[in-house]
Structures are given as structure tokens and as C-alpha cells.
């Protein structure tokens, strides 16, 4: 499948639209594919995931690195409070990947396109010396949308899922520590990220903020209480973890209050919304809204920790 119009034939018929979604009017096979979203707003964004700076090819199979970019994507759209119903997929493909590795990854993304909602409408081939997928993803918002700026002074923190997860399954990859008992949840959760499609939408209607864990939850919390014009009390003991974090962290010499608080990649849903049951079936309670500005983290004795590029240091 060296011809480019013969990955483009296999493209469109891998890519069959949906036929429930009135969203799209044309897919893949003219210069540009048709959406309508009638007459309301929608959501766009778009993301990259370059071999070398977001995953290298012999830490995750080809079929792994289309899930997850596409999966990737989409958090961003979960994050406002919407639900994704089209995307558009950009592939820079090197010479030296095989077509069974293109073949893999096309899978990929097609198996995260079916599980999210977001059907792949269109795209584009190049060739490149890495390997890099670049995804737009169209959604339309449950009723307004959350943004980052609404959190208030007394709302509650909520996270969705685990925290760092996947910063520690790659962290045991790049020891070469793969064969460690008990760390396959944690490479596995670093290969793909969660499909948070049903939490969006609870908290669509309960959340005054919303934002999703990429960079670490205190650094994405600093964004969403920088825009919102307030600061967070975080308590670290809440912190939800999965099962074995602690162990494994201790057998690689990582601190694993570290890595729940600043470990990159959960795409979880962090965000803010009054104390409520609603709220609490839906995510992991973990602080609160506060009018002063700045996020810090307390111990359970109240003490504030600090997380730094050396790990944690207590100030009484
Ligand atoms: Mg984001």
C-alpha cells in the first residue's frame, strides 16, 4: 500500500460514517467534508502527538498510539462539558513504518472514533521524518458548557478516575521495568487514556468549571482557578490513586504523592461544582475553592506540601 490513493481508498472504507448523526452531511472523499450543527454553538479543538516528544514507537504499539491520540483529543472536548461528533485526522507518516504499523494505527483510531462518538470525517496524508498524528475533533456542548472561569469560592474539587496512573506506567517503561509485578494497570493506563464521555456528561450539568488533567492536576487546577479568579486547597490524602500506586512507586524509588499531584497524562476530568451527591457519584471529592488565589496541597495534618522538581518539601 505504497500509493497514497491506495491508503486513501482503505482510509475511506475504514472510516464508514455513522448513520445516526445528523451532525455529518459528507465524510471522507471530496476536497473538504460538510457538517451541520444546526443552529447552536460547538466546540473545536485541535491536538498533536509527535514520536519523540508524546511517545516513543518502542513503548506502545501502532495500534496504541492511534487510540490514544484520538482519545487524547477528544478529553479536550469531554473538558468543556461536550460531546464530540466529528473529527478530522492529520497523519505525517515516516518511510520507515511498515504498512502492518499503518494499518495498526488506522484501527486504532478508528476503535477510539467508535467508542467516543467522534467520527473521522476527513484528513490528510504526508510523508515526514517522525511519526506525528494531528487531531480536530467538533463537538456541541450539553446545554452551555462548562468553561475554566466559573469556579466559585466554596466549591468543592472533584477528579474523575485515578491520578498518577499513567505518569507512573511510563516511568516504569523508561526503566525498562515493564516485567515489575503488578505494573502492566499502570503501562496500560499510560497507553490509553480513559473514555470519560460518560462522566462529561453528568458533569455538564453540575460543574461551574471544568478542565482535563494533561499536564498534572495541581498545574491544570492553577489554570482553571487562574481564569476563574480564585485560588484551591487540595488535600493530598484524597488524592484517588490505583490499587498498588504506593508499592510500585516504592519499588522504583518514586514518590508517589509526587506523582498523584504533578504526574502528567491522566486526561481525568478535574473540575469544580457545589459539594453535592450528584457530584460525589461521579468523581473523587478533593478540595476546595478558595478566594485567595494560589493552589496549594495540605498533608493530612494541614501542613502545606510543596511540590518541586526535587519532590515534596513541608513548611510548618
Ligand atoms: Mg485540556
Not at 520507515?96 to 467508542?115: M, Y
Not at 476546595?288 to 496541597?297: C, L
Request: negative net charge.
Amino acid at each position: 500500500m505504497h500509493d497514497e490513493f491506495a491508503k486513501i481508498d482503505w482510509l475511506r472504507s475504514r472510516f464508514e460514517l455513522d448513520d445516526g448523526d445528523d451532525a455529518v452531511v459528507l465524510g471522507i472523499g471530496d476536497d473538504a467534508a460538510i457538517f451541520d450543527f444546526g443552529n447552536r454553538p460547538a466546540v473545536v479543538t485541535v491536538d498533536a502527538q509527535v514520536e519523540g516528544t508524546h511517545f516513543r514507537r518502542d513503548l506502545i504499539s501502532a495500534r496504541d498510539v492511534g487510540k490514544r491520540a484520538l482519545t487524547a483529543a477528544v478529553s479536550d472536548v469531554w473538558a468543556m462539558g461536550a460531546m464530540p461528533n466529528a473529527c478530522v485526522v492529520a497523519l505525517t507518516l515516516p518511510s520507515d513504518l511498515e504498512d502492518s504499523a499503518f494499518r495498526a494505527l488506522v484501527d486504532g483510531i478508528a476503535e477510539a472514533a467508535r467508542a467516543t462518538g467522534a467520527q473521522v470525517i476527513g484528513g490528510n496524508l504526508s510523508g515526514g521524518r517522525l511519526l506525528s498524528i494531528t487531531t480536530t475533533v467538533f463537538g456541541t456542548p450539553v446545554g452551555a458548557g462548562v468553561r475554566r472561569d466559573g469556579a466559585r469560592p466554596g466549591d468543592a474539587v472533584y477528579v474523575t478516575g485515578v491520578l498518577g496512573a499513567a505518569a507512573l506506567g511510563l516511568a516504569v517503561l523508561e526503566a525498562g521495568r515493564g516485567d515489575l509485578e503488578g505494573a502492566e494497570p499502570f503501562i496500560e493506563r499510560w497507553r490509553t487514556p480513559p473514555m470519560n464521555g460518560r462522566s462529561a456528561r453528568a458533569i455538564a450539568t453540575l460543574a461551574t468549571a471544568a478542565i482535563d488533567v494533561s499536564d498534572g492536576c495541581l498545574q491544570d487546577l492553577d489554570h482553571l482557578c487562574e481564569a476563574s479568579g480564585v485560588g484551591a486547597t487540595v488535600e493530598v490524602e484524597a488524592l484517588p490513586t490505583m490499587r498498588g500506586h504506593g508499592q510500585l512507586c516504592a519499588t522504583l524509588g518514586l514518590d508517589s504523592r509526587k506523582l498523584a499531584l504533578a504526574g502528567g497524562e491522566d486526561y481525568e476530568l478535574l473540575f469544580t461544582a457545589p459539594p453535592s451527591n450528584e457530584a460525589d457519584a461521579v468523581a473523587r471529592r478533593i478540595g476546595v475553592v478558595t478566594a485567595e488565589r494560589g493552589v496549594r496541597a495540605i498533608d493530612d495534618s494541614g501542613r502545606v506540601v510543596e511540590v518541586d522538581e526535587t519532590g515534596f518539601r513541608h513548611f510548618s
